[in-house]
């Protein structure tokens, strides 16, 4: 059983351009969040996403960030008209769709650069 | 604010010694998890502790929660030059509907050969 996977594993954007990030949730899992991590620091809530729904987006800034978690495919967390302030590294997590399971798997994490 | 803060912000002891990581919180939780990271690298789930336990053991960890306090600790026993990560601590569950966890700033743990 493969873990959570995201892709790609880094990247570089100049300021102005997109960034878009992929999550592919462990099989099984429907329950999908986002976390970003600056350096030296710990993680921060962004987004949780069912699929094809925002259950709680209180973490996401109001501008430029969305993401979605449609019903075939990855999770994308897209950045548009990038800042030197969004490079940091985005987790994903994932958890399976059942009452009483609060541990979330993570990804290995996209470390975006900004330059 | 953190939710969480880890308690020293960074450690080094020497391998064998034993490592004590501590965690505040401020509001009620449902469970309180730590996690392991190792440098430039994704999170690994250590130990789940529910609200209504108060320690809980796995390995060489060593978990205890007051809820009273709003606190947790780590234990590492017998620490070895692998153990060598930060460790942070995040408090979630199932709360208004969100299953978001809220992590401190982390401790950074440097086990010496």
């Known amino acids: 059983n493969a873990g959570v996977m995201q892709n790609p594993r880094h990247l570089v954007r100049r300021r102005g351009q997109e960034a878009r990030l992929r999550c592919s949730p462990m099989?099984?899992?429907?329950?999908v969040y986002w976390y970003r991590q600056l350096p030296e620091e710990g993680l921060k809530f962004m987004v949780y996403?069912?699929?094809?729904?925002?259950?709680?987006e209180s973490g996401m800034p109001k501008e430029r960030f969305s993401a979605e978690f449609p019903k075939e495919g990855p999770s994308i967390l897209r950045i548009q008209q990038v800042v030197r302030g969004d490079s940091a590294a985005y987790f994903c997590?994932?958890?399976?769709?059942?009452?009483?399971?609060?541990?979330?798997?993570f990804g290995p994490g996209t470390r975006l650069t900004v330059t | 604010s953190q939710q969480g803060e880890e308690d020293p912000q960074a450690l080094s002891i020497q391998e064998g010694e034993n490592a004590t990581m501590n965690c505040s919180y401020k509001?009620?939780?449902?469970?309180l998890q730590w996690y392991r990271q190792n440098s430039g690298r994704g999170l690994v789930h250590l130990i789940l502790?529910?609200?209504?336990?108060r320690e809980k053991h796995s390995g060489r960890l060593r978990v205890t929660l007051d809820t009273s306090k709003k606190s947790s600790s780590l234990l590492i026993t017998a620490s070895r030059a692998a153990d060598t990560a930060s460790y942070f601590c995040?408090?979630?569950?199932?709360?208004?509907?969100?299953?978001?966890?809220?992590f401190g700033s982390g401790t950074r743990l440097l086990v010496r050969p």
């Open positions: 995040a408090t979630g569950g199932r709360l208004d509907s969100s299953y978001k966890l809220i």
């Open positions: 509001t009620s939780i449902n469970n």
């Open positions: 502790i529910r609200s209504n336990e």
């Open positions: 997590a994932s958890s399976p769709p059942y009452e009483g399971v609060d541990e979330q798997y």
């Open positions: 099989k099984g899992h429907s329950h």
């Open positions: 996403l069912q699929k094809e729904n925002i259950i709680d």
